[in-house]
């Protein structure tokens, strides 16, 4: 148990920390753009330890680190070649121990990225595969097949990656002869487990309970989704679904039913840890599916505690469009017993303040509203929220990285820059008018991994705290108020009648949230002073662009 401040009448409430995640905040650090302490250009862990303070200063609840095990670093991280050791590129064990000790020190919560249904092709169960036959045990961790037509020169079915190309590559046997295929569905150097081998399960039994016995509160799950294919491998209708839409589509291939089956394992694997001390670790998986309905079958109550609803970040901007997908989620995935997972930005989307912009508005500021409305509408939502590093500063999508620095397999794949991720995964500025803005400890010459542009020194991150209009302001006043509303954080929704491009609700006892999507301003819901607002909102007047909370006395206002 622990208390915290009403903030209205300053009274202290009593919570009970045993379910901290259902309506916690947590911040994803990208770790190799967070900061870094070597002076490499990359970020890495000892950087993220550096960060704490900054973090715990902004309000959030918890950290998600993005993958520092060892690996070649082909999907930066996602190919994992040693599940239980960190990359030297990122530090060691020690310096991650250390992390763990100011983490908790600081009251912030840990979580890692776990990557279950690939690995890497460096990583020594598939090395020995390559050196074992047809039908052996080593290639039974994998997807190994024959291939098809004359001498089995063509793929065991037409399934396409989702990085683009066929989700197919042909190995040389121990002979030099062309011989079997195996099955990837991002890139060649991720090869996908077979989960239907039990060593597969028993692998990441002893993944889970490594860094558990480290101290991590829980972990993001990797293409929740995934692990299982159909076991007869058949040709898809649509093929080529995953790579134009670089999402999980392919039935075939994702969302097959064994998969529940794992998530009930690994649950009450975490439960073990939490009847020993009384701490709960926290499953939240990346999970795209179809519909909501769907989406909620991966969180009841003996599977995932939580798993990302990205309907919201792939809503348009409109009123309807997000009043929408906040009542279905609602209604399919609360009704579980869960709590929704909220998110707008993350290492794989266009950030919104880019995303929520119009052609011909660049430097009008639009994006940039809309986008410090969409945080407090999101932040006001009953459930968890998730913010990706470099949220809180306002930070737009660089999106003229030239093609000789751009390092996603995506284009190196495909050739295209249509969907690529590096624009959202430049590293943070910190301080300063010139790259690298504080993100490096190295000489000035130092350069970042990925290059920052000229404009990064106006979103800074000591001139946004500075500034008490910058979005960093608005991030920490929300979560402060977050924290200390009873209205806030776990809890019910109920709409308002509003005006036609606003949606409004009201959470709890007379809490009052409304965003006027359009452009022009309209009366507010609330006569009042705001208690917060994304933009300047006079009483009485919501302006466009702009969402505000307000403390109403009356419960209908």
């Known amino acids: 148990m622990h208390n915290r401040r009403n903030a209205q009448t300053g009274q202290r409430v009593t919570l009970n920390t045993h379910r901290w995640w259902r309506d916690a905040v947590i911040y994803q650090v990208y770790v190799r753009s967070f900061l870094d302490s070597t002076g490499d250009g990359i970020g890495d862990l000892a950087g993220v330890r550096a960060g704490l303070p900054y973090l715990k200063k902004l309000g959030v609840d918890g950290i998600w680190l993005s993958p520092f095990y060892p690996s070649p670093q082909h999907d930066h991280g996602y190919d994992v070649a040693d599940h239980c050791d960190v990359d030297p590129l990122f530090g060691d064990l020690a310096e991650f121990d250390l992390l763990m000790t100011d983490a908790r020190r600081l009251g912030v919560r840990v979580l890692l990225d776990i990557v279950p249904n690939h690995c890497s092709s460096e990583h020594p169960w598939f090395r020995e595969a390559l050196d074992s036959a047809p039908g052996s045990t080593a290639r039974a961790r994998f997807h190994f097949a024959d291939g098809r037509g004359p001498d089995g020169a063509e793929p065991p079915n037409n399934w396409h990656a989702m990085f683009g190309g066929p989700a197919w590559s042909r190995v040389t046997e121990r002979d030099g002869t062309p011989g079997q295929w195996y099955l990837h569905m991002f890139t060649p150097e991720q090869p996908d487990l077979n989960w239907r081998t039990p060593e597969v399960g028993s692998h990441f039994d002893h993944v889970l309970r490594f860094w558990l016995d480290r101290g991590v509160d829980g972990f993001r799950i990797d293409v929740a989704a995934g692990l299982y294919k159909h076991p007869g491998l058949p040709d898809s209708p649509d093929p080529e679904a995953d790579a134009r839409t670089r999402d999980s589509v392919n039935p075939l291939a994702w969302n097959q039913p064994e998969v529940h089956d794992v998530w009930r394992h690994w649950r009450s694997v975490c439960e073990e840890y939490t009847a020993e001390d009384g701490r709960e670790r926290l499953l939240v998986g990346e999970v795209s599916v179809p519909t909501a309905r769907e989406h909620a079958r991966y969180v009841r109550h003996d599977e995932l505690h939580q798993a990302f609803f990205f309907d919201l970040l792939s809503a348009p901007w409109s009123a309807d469009a997000f009043r929408k997908v906040i009542s279905e989620a609602m209604q399919d995935i609360a009704g579980t017993g869960s709590t929704v997972t909220w998110v707008l930005n993350n290492h794989d989307q266009v950030r919104t303040v880019t995303r929520y912009g119009e052609l011909g508005t660049e430097g009008s500021g639009l994006g940039a509203a809309r986008a410090r409305a969409a945080a407090l509408l999101m932040l006001a939502l009953p459930g968890a929220a998730y913010i990706y590093q470099g949220e809180e500063l306002g930070l737009p999508e660089v999106v003229d990285l ?41 000489a000035e010459s130092a350069k970042p991994w990925l290059p920052q542009p000229a404009y990064f020194a106006e979103y800074a991150t000591d001139r946004a705290l500075a500034d008490t209009r910058s979005f960093w302001h608005l991030y920490r006043d929300g979560l402060q108020l977050r924290s200390g509303l009873p209205q806030l954080g776990e809890g019910e929704l109920r709409w308002l009648d509003t005006q036609p491009g606003v949606l409004g609700f009201v959470r709890g006892d007379g809490l009052v949230c409304a965003v006027n999507f359009g452009s022009a301003p309209t009366p507010a819901p609330v006569s009042g002073t705001p208690l917060l607002s994304s933009g300047p909102c006079a009483p009485g007047v919501l302006p466009g662009s702009t969402a505000a909370w307000w403390i109403s006395d009356s419960t209908n206002p």
């Open 402 to 442: 030239p093609d000789d620095v751009l390092t996603d397999p995506i284009y190196r794949r495909t050739g295209s820059r249509a969907r690529i991720r590096d624009g959202c995964r430049v590293p943070l500025p910190w301080s300063g008018h010139a790259s690298p803005f504080g993100f490096t400890s190295g």
